[in-house]
């Protein structure tokens, strides 16, 4: 199928499927998706305790953070309901926990869609967070729980950024970090005149995603579509 016949087939999923959801939920979903960005994605490396990555979760959707990478070297992770409050319905997830060097393959992956490597770190050397360049396409990564973020991804990461931080305590908890490192970093990206918005595909298709998740039975309804 040609790429055109292919936008023209999903455009006509997209009608058919647009017959199962409310005004309401339709108008909520192009609402969202109008703020939803690519410029910024999100990388979490090895992290175990579930509420955290949940937490993390709930914080790209509600900032705006469309692709969520999670590293599994050691531990393997999920997003609970309960904390996340349904956020991961509405993400692009990308695991690495099928090679050698998890890791590696993530920095690989992310670098070759244009990012720079943004690795969080109270390091005395870092870049503080309010003087963070935003106009660069950045992927952000938050360490496995007390070590931190590995040495293979600090050696080849681009930044070192660190939240400024005035008590005797000397970090956060990850999750908190993550919020206040987005907070930051989104809320400034939307003062710029960058188009940091996603593209009309990237929209359609993000769209045609989401209407599926919010129809019960949809396998059998796509099955009666495709017998039209």
Same mark, same amino acid.
């Given at each position: 199928?040609?790429?055109?016949?292919?936008?023209?087939?999903?455009?006509?999923?997209?009608?058919?499927?647009?017959?199962?959801?409310?005004?309401?939920?339709?108008?909520?979903?192009?609402?969202?998706?109008?703020?939803?960005?690519?410029?910024?994605?999100?990388?979490?490396?090895?992290?175990?305790?579930?509420?955290?990555?949940?937490?993390?979760?709930?914080?790209?959707?509600?900032?705006?953070?469309?692709?969520?990478?999670?590293?599994?070297?050691?531990?393997?992770?999920?997003?609970?309901?309960?904390?996340?409050?349904?956020?991961?319905?509405?993400?692009?997830?990308?695991?690495?926990?099928?090679?050698?060097?998890?890791?590696?393959?993530?920095?690989?992956?992310?670098?070759?869609?244009?990012?720079?490597?943004?690795?969080?770190?109270?390091?005395?050397?870092?870049?503080? %967070?309010?003087?963070? +360049? =935003?106009?660069? @396409?950045?992927?952000?990564?938050?360490?496995? /729980?007390?070590?931190? *973020? $590995?040495?293979?991804? %600090?050696?080849?990461? +681009? =930044?070192?950024? @660190?939240?400024?931080?005035?008590?005797?305590? /000397?970090?956060?908890? *990850? $999750?908190?970090?993550?919020?206040?490192?987005?907070?930051?970093?989104?809320?400034?990206?939307?003062?710029?005149?960058?188009?940091?918005?996603?593209?009309?595909?990237?929209?359609?298709?993000?769209?045609?995603?989401?209407?599926?998740?919010?129809?019960?039975?949809?396998?059998?309804?796509?099955?009666?579509?495709?017998?039209?």
């Amino acid at each position: 199928m040609s790429k055109e016949k292919g936008l023209i087939e999903r455009l006509k999923q997209i009608e058919y499927l647009e017959g199962f959801v409310t005004e309401e939920r339709k108008a909520i979903f192009k609402q969202v998706l109008a703020d939803r960005t690519r410029h910024f994605t999100v990388i979490l490396e090895d992290l175990y305790q579930k509420h955290n990555t949940s937490a993390i979760t709930r914080s790209c959707d509600v900032f705006g953070i469309q692709d969520l990478h999670i590293i599994e070297n050691n531990y393997r992770t999920y997003v609970s309901n309960q904390v996340g409050k349904g956020s991961q319905k509405w993400l692009s997830f990308y695991r690495y926990n099928k090679e050698t060097h998890n890791t590696q393959a993530c920095i690989d992956t992310v670098k070759a869609k244009g990012y720079q490597i943004v690795a969080t770190t109270p390091h005395k050397s870092s870049c503080v %967070l309010g003087d963070f +360049d =935003v106009t660069k @396409k950045s992927a952000f990564v938050f360490g496995v /729980e007390k070590e931190g *973020v $590995s040495d293979m991804m %600090l050696e080849q990461a +681009d =930044v070192r950024l @660190k939240i400024p931080m005035y008590g005797f305590t /000397e970090s956060l908890n *990850v $999750s908190v970090a993550a919020a206040i490192v987005l907070q930051n970093v989104v809320t400034r990206l939307r003062d710029t005149d960058l188009d940091w918005k996603l593209t009309p595909s990237e929209k359609q298709e993000a769209y045609f995603e989401w209407l599926k998740k919010s129809i019960k039975s949809i396998d059998q309804i796509l099955e009666l579509y495709h017998k039209q």
